[in-house]
C-alpha cells in the first residue's frame, strides 16, 4: 500500500508564470512538461465517491498507467491518502490486478462490489510542469497543472479549469512540504491551500 502526501495549492492564472520562475530559480531548471489525460469512472449511483475512493487511467507520454485512491485526509492543503498504482495495456481497466494490490479491506470490498457497473463519468486534461526539489535531505517533487475538469451531462459538456500546485513528498519528511509551500507563498501571490481533489471537482462539477 502506497500512502500519498502531497499540498494542493490553488494558483491564479495571473501568477503562473511567477510561480514557474520560481520553481527555476530554486532548482536550476526550467521544468519538464507532461502531456495528461484522465478518465474517471464510478457507477451510475456514485458507489464509489459514497465509499470515498476513485478510480481513474492516465494517459502519460509513457503509457497508461490505472490509479485508485482513498479520499484519505486533507487539511490546510495537505492531502494524505492511500493510493495504488500500475501500468495497464491500454485505455481499459484491469480490476483484477488492482484488487491483488489493494490491501485496505474496505477499499478493496468498494472497488469489487463497483466493478460490473463501472462507467465514464468525467475527464481531465491538463499540462503538467515538473521539477524535482531537494530540501533539507527529503525529496519533493513539483508541479503546476494548467488544463480543464470536462464532463458530458444530458448530452452539455461541462468544463471548470485547473491551476493549481502541487508539492508531493517522494521521501523523507513531511515537514517539508510546508517549509517549501510557504516560501513559494511569499514569492507567489494569491495562492492558497485547496482541499478538493481533482476527483472531487469533477463529482462537484456532474452535480452543478
Request: hydrophobic share 40%.
Amino acid at each position: 500500500m502506497g500512502m500519498e502526501r502531497e499540498i494542493k495549492l490553488a494558483l491564479p492564472v495571473s501568477q503562473v508564470k511567477a510561480a514557474t520562475q520560481w520553481f527555476v530559480a530554486r532548482t536550476g531548471n526550467q521544468g519538464r512538461p507532461i502531456e495528461l489525460a484522465n478518465i474517471y469512472f464510478d457507477t451510475p449511483k456514485l458507489a464509489l465517491a459514497s465509499s470515498k475512493s476513485a478510480l481513474r487511467l492516465r494517459h502519460t507520454p509513457d503509457g497508461w498507467l490505472q490509479t485508485f485512491k482513498t479520499v484519505g485526509d486533507a487539511k490546510d492543503g495537505l492531502h494524505s491518502r492511500h493510493e495504488w498504482e500500475m501500468p495497464v495495456a491500454g485505455e481499459k481497466l484491469e480490476i483484477e490486478a488492482l484488487l491483488r494490490q489493494c490491501d485496505e479491506p474496505a477499499a478493496a470490498e468498494a472497488l469489487r462490489q463497483a466493478a460490473p457497473e463501472l462507467i465514464e463519468l468525467f475527464r481531465t486534461n491538463f499540462t503538467r510542469t515538473v521539477w524535482n526539489v531537494d530540501l533539507d535531505g527529503s525529496e519533493v517533487e513539483a508541479a503546476i497543472d494548467q488544463g480543464d475538469v470536462i464532463a458530458e451531462v444530458n448530452g452539455e459538456m461541462r468544463r471548470s479549469p485547473i491551476s493549481e500546485v502541487e508539492l508531493e513528498l517522494k521521501s523523507g519528511d513531511a515537514a517539508v512540504l510546508d517549509t517549501l509551500a510557504k516560501a513559494l507563498g511569499k514569492q507567489v501571490a494569491g495562492l492558497a491551500p485547496d482541499n478538493i481533489s481533482k476527483a472531487q471537482r469533477g463529482y462537484q462539477l456532474r452535480a452543478d
